[in-house]
């Protein structure tokens, strides 16, 4: 399966009239695979009627008046299908000997061959492997490339939903009409009709479809919290209901944990930091423009490629233009001073620190993921070094005790990288709460958002996860003197216990 493209995802889905995205989450929505024991027939090469005409004309009935008297049709609705089986050549049109005779019919070879395979049609038995839904507790069709077995979840430390109610699907003949609307898009069964759904055959095996889960917060009643769910890049609104209905905030004590308060942030800020925080709305009305600009030269750089030579030059010139525009709307939203960073800026923010450190980058994290620390992450650390950046890296809530391989396997990369370059320091500070950014002296992030762990952690609670972005030079150098004196103090204790 392709790499899922979380952060794309979100970003473009993170604006909701009336809501502010709070955070995101992995998650992998409930589905059992299904053995049913079903009863089917294959689907006749002809319609209904076509099989009683046939039939009809092989018991004696000749003449079309004949026919329809006998099927109880119309005459005209005889003639139609009658002349739809002749150009299909499956009887053939014979005329009387005078005109006082009406034409008749008989069956031509395809046609008498047509109604021996139509009588020898019967129900079959079979059983059927069916997905159904967790959630939505319906059937439904699911590709084998989009089933995730729960230790493929846990391999990625993405988190379950569970199921509402937990229990699997009970089968019965009531499931005749939900089962029937999937076998369709089923190739096996493509050319069946299900006649009834008989009983369980098998055991039920539970597998997981990856999404992503957007928490919003109204911005008028806070007190008001919608998840809503993406799957494939594709918003389900089916779940988003079906887990409403379920209770599924409460049940998950999303409500509760997203009350709870990071205290880390604002101490770290002080309060002549916070006062000076830009207007939520101001800076929302340029995040929308940025947004707007975005979108258009997407959809002009869309067109120009399959436009004619004329029309694209005016497209590509249009383009220059909206780029521009989003080139002045990105940077009067860099030029605030300290100003709130939503949750879906911070990933693509880290991304941007990696790309674009000339003298230092300094990271603080609790956590380290396998996840967010991949290969990719690696060579950009690296891709820093060797330009002579200076790189530090502070992680470490406890003694790591309890760090999954996984994860071990990553630190003890980066362990080695630090070994072989002397600009990169890699500390477990042991109690660190913080999360913090800080690039060059241009801009420094504190903030809730896990920078080390934000995809691959189960365990990451559901917490408001904006930050506060500051460009003061002063503040900048401040905070970074604050967490290298952290640094160098725990960096002495590791050396002294060697």
């Given at each position: 399966m392709s790499e899922f493209p979380v952060e794309e995802t979100v970003r473009r889905l993170s604006k909701?009239?009336?809501?502010?995205?709070?955070?995101?989450?992995?998650?992998?929505?409930?589905?059992?695979?299904?053995?049913?024991?079903?009863?089917?027939?294959?689907?006749?090469?002809?319609?209904?009627?076509?099989?009683?005409?046939?039939?009809?004309?092989?018991?004696?009935?000749?003449?079309?008046?004949?026919i329809a008297g006998f099927?109880?049709?119309?005459?005209?609705?005889?003639?139609?299908?009658?002349?739809?089986?002749?150009?299909?050549?499956?009887?053939?049109?014979?005329?009387?000997?005078?005109?006082?005779?009406?034409?008749?019919?008989?069956l031509s070879d395809r046609g008498k061959r047509a109604a021996k395979e139509l009588t020898d049609i019967t129900p079959e038995?079979?059983?059927?492997?069916?997905?159904?839904?967790?959630?939505?507790?319906?059937?439904?069709?699911?590709?084998?490339?989009?089933?995730?077995?729960?230790?493929?979840?846990?391999d990625l430390d993405i988190l379950e939903i569970p199921a509402f109610p937990a229990d699997p699907p009970t089968v019965s003949p009531e499931d005749t009409s939900g089962v029937a609307s999937v076998l369709r898009r089923i190739t096996e069964t493509a050319q069946h009709d299900l006649l009834t759904v008989m009983t369980l055959d098998g055991k039920r095996e539970k597998f997981f479809v990856r999404a992503l889960a957007l928490i919003f917060e109204s911005v008028d009643r806070s007190e008001e919290i919608y998840v809503q769910f993406a799957i494939d890049g594709r918003v389900s609104e089916e779940h988003d209901l079906a887990f409403a209905k379920a209770e599924g905030l409460r049940k998950l004590g999303i409500v509760g944990s997203l009350r709870d308060v990071d205290p880390v942030v604002d101490a770290l800020l002080g309060e002549e930091l916070i006062k000076q925080r830009a207007?939520?709305?101001?800076v929302e009305a340029i995040r929308r423009t940025t947004e707007n600009f975005r979108v258009q030269l997407s959809s002009l750089e869309e067109q120009a490629e399959s436009?004619?030579?004329?029309?694209?030059?005016?497209?590509?010139?249009?383009?220059?233009?909206?780029?521009k525009r989003l080139d002045d709307a990105e940077v009067t939203l860099k030029r605030i001073p300290v100003r709130v960073l939503e949750v879906h800026e911070h990933a693509?923010?880290?991304?941007?620190?990696?790309?674009?450190?000339?003298?230092?980058?300094?990271?603080?994290?609790?956590w380290i993921r396998a996840a967010v620390v991949n290969d990719r992450f690696i060579k950009s650390v690296?891709?820093?070094?060797?330009?002579?950046?200076?790189?530090?890296?502070?992680?470490?809530?406890?003694?790591?005790?309890?760090?999954?391989e996984r994860d071990r396997a990553v630190e003890k990369k980066l362990q080695s990288l630090a070994a072989e370059f002397e600009n990169f320091r890699f500390i477990r500070l042991g109690d660190t709460h913080a999360k913090v950014l800080i690039v060059d002296h241009s801009y420094a992030v504190?903030?809730?958002?896990?920078?080390?762990?934000?995809?691959?952690?189960?365990?990451?609670?559901?917490?408001?996860?904006?930050?506060?972005?500051i460009t003061i030079e002063e503040e900048v150098k401040r905070l970074r003197s604050d967490y290298m004196d952290r640094v160098n103090a725990a960096g002495a204790q590791s050396d002294s216990r060697v």
């Open positions: 909701r009239p009336g809501y502010r995205l709070v955070t995101y989450r992995e998650v992998g929505l409930p589905h059992w695979d299904v053995p049913i024991r079903c009863r089917l027939l294959k689907k006749k090469s002809l319609s209904v009627l076509d099989e009683f005409i046939l039939r009809s004309i092989e018991a004696g009935l000749s003449v079309s008046d004949d099927l109880v049709l119309p005459v005209e609705v005889v003639d139609a299908a009658m002349g739809r089986l002749v150009v299909s050549g499956h009887i053939i049109a014979v005329a009387g000997r005078s005109n006082a005779q009406p034409v008749h019919y008989v038995e079979r059983t059927l492997r069916m997905a159904y839904d967790g959630l939505t507790r319906k059937y439904v069709f699911i590709e084998k490339s989009m089933r995730w077995r729960p230790r493929d979840l846990r207007d939520d709305a101001e436009a004619s030579v004329e029309k694209r030059e005016q497209l590509v010139d249009l383009a220059t233009g909206v780029a693509p923010l880290l991304v941007d620190a990696l790309n674009t450190a000339q003298e230092q980058l300094l990271i603080i994290s609790p690296r891709r820093l070094l060797e330009s002579d950046v200076a790189v530090v890296i502070g992680y470490g809530i406890d003694d790591g005790k309890s760090v999954n504190v903030t809730s958002f896990n920078w080390l762990s934000f995809r691959g952690d189960p365990n990451r609670p559901f917490r408001d996860e904006r930050g506060t972005l």
